[in-house]
């Protein structure tokens, strides 16, 4: 079985900026990471990093529906597990 390689959070401004990004819709385009955090992940709760991909641009976490979910790191805080 595969272990988490370390543990992340949500940022702690990632309710400022998942409004800011919301109210002037940035990402029209482009998958919205904030937004797509905000239907998988739970602020404040711990998620196991499965992988590190892109030369660290990317996190592979455990989503709270138990899934694999990768997302860049910039939404992300180390957290003790």
Do not use: C
């Not at 400022?16 to 904030?34: G, M, R, S, T, W």
């Amino acid at each position: 079985m595969n272990s988490a390689h370390f543990y992340v959070t949500l940022k702690d401004d990632f309710f400022e900026k998942y409004q800011e990004n919301e109210a002037v819709n940035l990402f029209d385009d482009l998958e919205n990471p904030y937004h797509d955090a905000m239907n998988r992940l739970t602020p404040g709760k711990v998620y196991p990093v499965m992988d590190v991909e892109d030369n660290g641009r990317t996190l592979t976490v455990i989503d709270d529906l138990g899934r694999m979910w990768t997302a860049v790191t910039g939404l992300f805080k180390y957290a003790d597990n």
